[in-house]
């Protein structure tokens, strides 16, 4: 990793896309910047009474729209320059689908599988008043969400600590991906991978693209390779076979597996969570002599899902995936990028496909702000209206419904249903308006999502002027 500049990478992609538009250099500038940078190093108590100095980082990268959003990474690799990145992407990615928050990033530099859940519920705590008195999180301001190594545990520590400091009547919303018991949406953990999977199946839904690649239309029987079988990963492998599609190979951190069979996702995954996260001597698939020989194998889609710069200069000559959906952020290097598309392949890009978390995180903090349940005014409303219509039906026609047809036919919208259709909706949509794009412009997606955010925020800065 060493000498790998993820913040420049972003910018070489965005610079690519810039020349597309028609915005002046000082504005494109300021769109790359990054607003607000902060590096923290705090002191944490160990189980055993030391003392560790633990750094922690939050970027705000845009606050052409507030609050500001993104992930906080638990990761030895966080640095300066990571969670620049990550925040610059975050900026692109809600604009691509139409999110109205900036984008921000934040990331704790540990390993959390050497700490105890103890120490871990008192660096994030720590973590979220220093964010806190630096006011880097609320609602109104800058929200966090879970990203590697974090999850609803943490982000539950999180609310916890910003509600005992402040009485913002809006507090629930100063962090997504909660628990649902604590103002979480059902749905969320799910949101991610599910968005990966939406924009999978949509790219594969076009005959006319998939012909050029020399595949069949549909997920079905298509066969896939995943690196990172974490929450993202899982999620959209399961997605993926609920669908029809055979996962041929995973890469974890210790290892690499192969199985042209396919390799059964749960059967796995016990095991991973009984050895240490790691799939290292999984013996129901041909184990490789690397962990990530994996990625080079025959297969129809390759899904990074574990972190970034995994698809260099170094492998990418050989790996043969005709579709590479980035469920990660920035697994791809920009050299590798332009090796794969050279050779006719497509590459579904991280500032579009890993957007459903973003969302959803949208949705679960519109539901904070508006202090209730998606669903809870509409659903039984909606049922009864449908049972109406369908008794007009059964009294003009001879069809009776059972009771089954009825439960079905006369089902309104609860929160996760909402959740899901409006996911599915904002996949959809972005994947189009960015394919056409593409082909306007002769690019590739990457670059037509690099154009479409930043003809957004571009335009945004345009009406909203500079201040002063
Ligand atoms: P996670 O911590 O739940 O899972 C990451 C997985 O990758 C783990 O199983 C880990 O063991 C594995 N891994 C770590 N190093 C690896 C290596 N060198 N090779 C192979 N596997 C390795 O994290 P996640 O939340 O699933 O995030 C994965 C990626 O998706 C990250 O790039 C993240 O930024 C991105 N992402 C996450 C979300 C979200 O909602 N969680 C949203 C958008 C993007």
Same mark, same amino acid.
């Given at each position: 990793m060493s000498g790998y500049k993820f913040y420049e990478q972003v910018n070489k992609a965005f610079d690519r896309a810039a020349a597309h538009t028609k915005i002046e250099k000082g504005l494109l500038d300021q769109l790359k910047a990054c607003n607000d940078i902060l590096h923290i190093q705090f002191p944490v108590e160990m189980d055993d009474g030391s003392i560790r100095v633990i750094d922690g980082y939050r970027v705000e990268h845009s606050h052409h729209k507030m609050p500001t959003k993104g992930g906080i990474r638990y990761s030895t690799m966080v640095n300066e320059d990571e969670t620049m990145a990550l925040a610059a992407l975050m900026t692109y990615k809600c604009a691509v689908v139409?999110?109205?928050?900036?984008?921000?990033?934040?990331?704790?530099?540990?390993?959390?599988?050497?700490?105890s859940?103890?120490?871990?519920?008192?660096?994030?705590?720590?973590?979220?008043?220093?964010?806190?008195? =630096?006011? !880097? #999180?609320?609602? +109104?301001?800058?929200?966090?969400?879970?990203?590697?190594?974090?999850?609803?545990? /943490?982000? %539950?520590?999180?609310?916890?600590?910003f509600r005992q400091l402040s009485n913002d009547i809006?507090?629930?919303?100063?962090?997504?991906?909660?628990?649902?018991?604590?103002?979480?949406i059902r749905g969320r953990k799910e949101a991610t991978g599910r968005g990966v999977y939406f924009g999978i199946k949509?790219?594969?839904?076009?005959?006319?693209?998939?012909?050029?690649?020399?595949?069949?239309?549909?997920?079905?029987? =298509?066969? !896939? #390779?995943?690196? +990172?079988?974490?929450?993202?990963?899982?999620?959209?492998?399961?997605?993926?076979? /609920?669908? %029809?599609?055979?996962?041929?190979?995973v890469a974890e951190y210790d290892a690499s597996i192969y199985d042209e069979k396919g390799i059964d996702l749960k059967d796995l995954m016990q095991y991973k969570n009984e050895n240490n996260g790691g799939i290292s001597g999984y013996d129901k698939a041909t184990q490789l002599n690397s962990n990530t020989a994996v990625l080079e194998k025959e297969c129809d889609i390759l899904?990074?899902?574990?972190?970034?710069?995994?698809?260099?200069?170094?492998?990418?000559?050989?790996?043969?995936?005709?579709?590479?959906?980035?469920?990660?952020?920035?697994?791809?290097?920009?050299?590798?990028?332009?090796?794969?598309k050279s050779r006719g392949a497509l590459i579904i890009p991280d500032n579009y496909l890993n957007a459903g978390g973003v969302t959803v995180s949208y949705f679960e903090w519109l539901k904070n702000i508006q202090h209730v349940r998606f669903g809870r005014m509409g659903k039984r409303f909606e049922e009864n209206s449908y049972k109406k219509i369908l008794s007009v039906i059964e009294t003009i026609s001879d069809r009776k419904f059972t009771e089954d047809e009825l439960a079905v036919?006369?089902?309104?919208?609860?929160?996760?249903?909402?959740?899901?259709?409006?996911?599915e909706e904002t996949m959809v949509n972005a994947y189009n308006e960015i394919n056409e794009l593409r082909k306007y412009h002769g690019v590739d997606l990457r670059t037509a999502a690099f154009i479409s955010a930043i003809n957004k925020v571009g335009f945004m800065y345009k009406g909203m002027g500079i201040f002063p």
């Open positions: 139409d999110v109205p928050f900036g984008g921000a990033k934040g990331g704790i530099k540990i390993d959390p599988k050497k700490f859940v103890t120490e871990l519920e008192r660096i994030t705590r720590r973590y979220t008043f220093e964010l806190y008195k =630096k006011n !880097f #999180i609320g609602a +109104g301001n800058d929200v966090p969400a879970p990203d590697m190594g974090s999850g609803e545990r /943490e982000m %539950g520590w999180i609310f916890d600590t809006n507090a629930e919303g100063c962090v997504t991906g909660k628990p649902v018991g604590q103002g979480g949509e790219a594969c839904s076009n005959a006319e693209d998939m012909k050029e690649l020399g595949l069949s239309k549909g997920i079905a029987d =298509k066969t !896939f #390779i995943l690196q +990172g079988l974490g929450n993202v990963g899982y999620h959209t492998a399961m997605y993926m076979i /609920e669908a %029809g599609a055979k996962m041929i190979g899904i990074p899902a574990a972190l970034e710069n995994q698809i260099t200069e170094s492998n990418a000559p050989n790996i043969k995936a005709k579709i590479i959906g980035e469920a990660a952020n920035g697994p791809t290097t920009d050299v590798a990028h332009e090796v794969i036919l006369a089902q309104g919208g609860g929160e996760r249903e909402l959740v899901d259709s409006g996911l």
